[in-house]
Structures are given as C-alpha cells and as structure tokens.
C-alpha cells in the first residue's frame, strides 16, 4: 500500500519545529542593527550548542591557525553569516546523522552527505560569483532533509523504485515520484516552509534535482543540483538513490560553466573532505 500525501504532510506536522534559539538567531543574522553581544546572548542559553558551534569553528573547513574558544571570538572571526550557518549546521546534526533505511544510509551517512554538499555548495557559490554563498551553503545542508521523513514509507516501497530504477535506467528520484506521486525533495520543501525559511531556500530544495524548473532564484538551485551531483561522483553518501543520477544541462547555463569544470572544483574540495569526522561531536 503506498503512501498518501495526507500521510507526508502529518509526518511533517510531527517534525519538531527549529528550536528557539535558532529561530532568534536566524533573526539576528538578518538584522543589519543587532550586535555581537546581542548574537552570543542568544547561542550561550543553550549549552550542547554552543560546545558544537565551537566544535565546527575550530574545524580545518574554516582553517582559523589559533584555538576558537568563545562564541564572541567566533562571531568577531568568523561573521555573522558563518555563525549563522554553524548553528543551523549544529542544530539539524542530530536529525540528519540518523539511519535513513529506506534510502540504503547508515548512521551518518546523510549527515556525511548534506555537510559536503553544504560545503560544496558554498565552493561553487564562490566560483560562479553567487553574491550569497552562505545561503548556498544552508541550502546544500538542507536539500535531503525530506528523506528523513519519506524514509519510513519509502522502506515499504524501496524494490519496486528500486526495481523501476533498474528496468528503465531513470533517477532514483524519477522512479519515486511515478510511485508515490511525489520526491523527498517536495517534501524537504514542506520542511523548509514549515520552519518560515525563505522562498529561496523552499525552492532550492523542492527544484535539487529538476533545477530547470525553478522560478525563484534559479541560480541557487543549479549551485545545489551540481553540489548534489559532485558529492555523488565522489562517493559521499551515495546510498540507493546514487544510481542513475542524471545532470541538468540547464545548471551549467545557468553558472556559467562547463561540465569539464566539475573536475578542477573537485580538487579543490578534496582538502574540505579530509576533516568531514571532526564536523561536530556527539555532544
């Protein structure tokens, strides 16, 4: 029996909502007018994630040559937009580091998956000149966090897609949407739009493998399909849906580059990936 989208949408009702200081300091980041004082405030009230944010400042992704060792020398080094996406990084840890079974991934691998697709996402952002990368990088982090959800009914459905995936040579993704009606990615999108987070982010999610469909910011989408596509020929997080895994000619268009890019970018992540086990502790 498969799955209702009355069904999708109460398993999203049932997410916990982004916990209060994230929501506040999402808020702060934004303002142009708040202050270091106001920022620290805010992430000191919660102890586990203020020892994460740390943790993830004083990884080789930022690459800062002293010890990190309080929020404001964090926020004073490293700005706003980083901290920003560290909490939000520290605070999805726990959802996205879980088994998702219905799509092959162990304990970690989809947290494996989204942190290198954020740090992906943000490389590339930088490359074709986005003029937000750090939004690049919130939308690369969250683009799968639909699966955590679609994964317990794709487990009942999982070798009929998988069998469709196989007979007809189609993504993974394709297979799901003839099946069930609909992707992880739409329902990543009812995620990000339960949590208020912006269109953009909504559509960056929603569009992850159809990029060519986006009417919201379009280029942002095309950052994260081909961050997506990067992590997957790099075998980060590949789980069941890495077959078949097809390339939007539209993303390159839309960037300004060519597929043969992809292959000098890759070097460039290369270092990024070695540090991927120091990205938060089991706090």
Same mark, same amino acid.
């Given at each position: 029996?498969?799955?209702?989208?009355?069904?999708?949408?109460?398993?999203?009702?049932?997410?916990?909502?982004?916990?209060?200081?994230?929501?506040?300091?999402?808020?702060?980041?934004?303002?142009?007018?708040?202050?270091?004082?106001?920022?620290?405030?805010?992430?000191?009230?919660?102890?586990?994630?203020?020892?994460?944010?740390?943790?993830?400042?004083?990884?080789?992704?930022?690459?800062?040559?002293?010890?990190?060792?309080?929020? $404001?020398? @964090?926020? +004073?080094?490293?700005?706003? &937009?980083?901290?920003?996406? #560290? *909490?939000? =990084?520290?605070?999805? !840890?726990?959802?996205?580091?879980?088994?998702?079974?219905?799509?092959?991934?162990?304990?970690?691998?989809?947290?494996?998956?989204?942190?290198?697709?954020?740090?992906?996402?943000?490389?590339?952002?930088?490359?074709?000149?986005?003029?937000?990368?750090?939004?690049?990088?919130?939308?690369?982090?969250?683009?799968?966090?639909?699966?955590?959800?679609?994964?317990?009914?794709?487990?009942?459905?999982?070798?009929?897609?998988?069998?469709?995936?196989?007979?007809?040579?189609?993504?993974?993704?394709?297979?799901?949407?003839?099946?069930?009606?609909?992707?992880?990615?739409? $329902?990543? @999108?009812? +995620?990000?739009?339960?949590? &208020?987070?912006?269109?953009? #982010? *909504?559509? =960056?999610?929603?569009? !992850?493998?159809?990029?060519?469909?986006?009417?919201?910011?379009?280029?942002?989408?095309?950052?994260?399909?081909?961050?997506?596509?990067?992590?997957?020929?790099?075998?980060?997080?590949?789980?069941?849906?890495?077959?078949?895994?097809?390339?939007?000619?539209?993303?390159?268009?839309?960037?300004?580059?060519?597929?043969?890019?992809?292959?000098?970018?890759?070097?460039?992540?290369?270092?990024?990936?070695?540090?991927?086990?120091?990205?938060?502790?089991?706090?």
């Amino acid at each position: 029996m498969h799955v209702s989208l009355d069904q999708i949408v109460r398993g999203v009702n049932d997410l916990p909502a982004l916990p209060h200081v994230v929501d506040q300091v999402l808020k702060l980041t934004e303002d142009p007018n708040s202050t270091v004082k106001e920022l620290n405030d805010i992430i000191c009230q919660d102890q586990a994630l203020t020892a994460k944010v740390l943790r993830l400042a004083n990884s080789a992704y930022y690459g800062y040559p002293r010890r990190i060792g309080t929020i $404001v020398e @964090a926020i +004073v080094i490293l700005g706003f &937009n980083a901290i920003r996406n #560290l *909490v939000l =990084a520290a605070s999805v !840890h726990n959802l996205l580091n879980k088994e998702v079974p219905g799509y092959q991934l162990g304990p970690g691998e989809l947290w494996r998956h989204s942190i290198a697709c954020a740090m992906t996402a943000r490389t590339l952002a930088r490359r074709v000149r986005y003029p937000k990368p750090d939004e690049a990088f919130i939308a690369g982090l969250l683009h799968d966090i639909g699966k955590v959800i679609l994964s317990v009914y794709v487990s009942d459905t999982y070798d009929e897609i998988f069998q469709k995936v196989r007979q007809f040579q189609i993504p993974f993704s394709q297979a799901e949407e003839e099946i069930l009606g609909f992707t992880h990615a739409v $329902v990543g @999108a009812r +995620v990000a739009d339960k949590w &208020n987070l912006p269109e953009s #982010l *909504v559509q =960056a999610i929603a569009y !992850h493998h159809n990029p060519q469909l986006a009417k919201e910011n379009p280029r942002l989408v095309a950052i994260v399909h081909l961050a997506d596509v990067l992590c997957m020929t790099m075998g980060i997080g590949l789980g069941g849906d890495g077959m078949y895994y097809s390339v939007v000619p539209q993303a390159f268009a839309a960037l300004g580059l060519k597929p043969e890019d992809l292959e000098s970018i890759m070097g460039e992540l290369g270092d990024l990936f070695i540090d991927q086990n120091a990205f938060l502790p089991t706090v």
